[in-house]
């Protein structure tokens, strides 16, 4: 199974971006649940994560209200739906297995600037 993350990039603080996810391989579905993120010299923290059926969701209160997790299991992708992004919000961004970051991809940049 492979996850790919895309859509990071540069956005002033108040600034919105959509990241996506695609899968690839057999069963990915179940290795596409949730969000992580890591800046730089913190460690890894769960952002949001979503069943395989898209109706529950769960977020971290950090995000809470500013960020949506969905997932399109016939487009084999996810997302994550970042509103009034802050600098703090800075990361890299990977979807993964678990909270732990398990199976996660490369990841994608998010630079959130005052």
């Known amino acids: 199974v492979q996850l790919v993350e895309s859509g990071g990039g540069s956005v002033q603080a108040g600034g919105s971006l959509r990241l996506s996810c695609l899968g690839h391989?057999?069963?990915?579905?179940?290795?596409?649940k949730f969000w992580v993120r890591q800046a730089p010299g913190k460690e890894l923290e769960w952002v949001s994560s979503?069943?395989?059926?898209?109706?529950?969701?769960h977020y971290a209160d950090f995000v809470k209200g500013r960020f949506t997790i969905s997932r399109d299991n016939a487009a084999l992708r996810m997302d994550l739906q970042m509103n009034d992004l802050k600098p703090e919000d800075s990361a890299i961004y990977y979807c993964?297995?678990?909270?732990?970051?398990?199976?996660r991809g490369p990841g994608t940049q998010v630079i959130v600037t005052s």
């Open positions: 391989g057999w069963g990915y579905e179940e290795y596409m």
């Open positions: 993964a297995k678990n909270a732990q970051g398990t199976a």
């Open positions: 979503i069943n395989l059926e898209g109706n529950e969701k």
